[in-house]
């Protein structure tokens, strides 16, 4: 069951739940914590396994009229079985509602990690673009891979 989470309490809850549950994307304790502490006040959706989290992704607005998917995650037993494209749906038709034009997700770029090759082959499928490429945002070792849409 998914449903859109309005309690900040919940939304840290729930990211940490989710994100210490994938080392292989979220092991850098720093970003984490910075992930679980952002989720405030964002728009916010998560998917339910009966009552635990089994996915979780939340927005950011990054301009007047573009929004960030700043972080997404699924948890790997539940992976490819629709929730992440779920997840994305229902924030993309609501950040369109809200009256944001584009979206826009960074990732780290294609042919660097296989698990962030299938998170780029997924941005791909639910419909983003490849727009740029910056080699030395995080670091030389995660060049960062900017997706957009227009929403």
Known sequence: MMREITDN??????TRKVLEALPDWFAVKESREEYI?????????????????SG??????TGKETVE?????????????????ALF????????????????????????YEDYDATN?????????????????WDEANPCQIYVMAL
């Open 121 to 137: 082959r997924f941005y791909q499928a639910v419909g983003f673009k490849e727009f740029e490429v910056f080699h030395d945002l």
């Open 37 to 53: 502490k952002n989720s405030a006040d964002k728009i916010f959706f998560a998917e339910f396994d009966g009552d635990e989290p």
């Open 9 to 14: 309490t919940e939304r840290s809850s729930i």
């Open 89 to 112: 749906e229902a924030a993309k038709a609501r950040a369109a509602a809200e009256g944001y034009m584009f979206m826009q997700v960074k990732t780290v770029r294609m042919g660097m």
């Open 69 to 85: 998917l700043a972080v997404m995650g699924v948890l790997k037993d539940h992976h490819r079985s629709g929730i992440g494209k």
């Open 56 to 61: 979780f992704l939340y927005l950011k607005e």
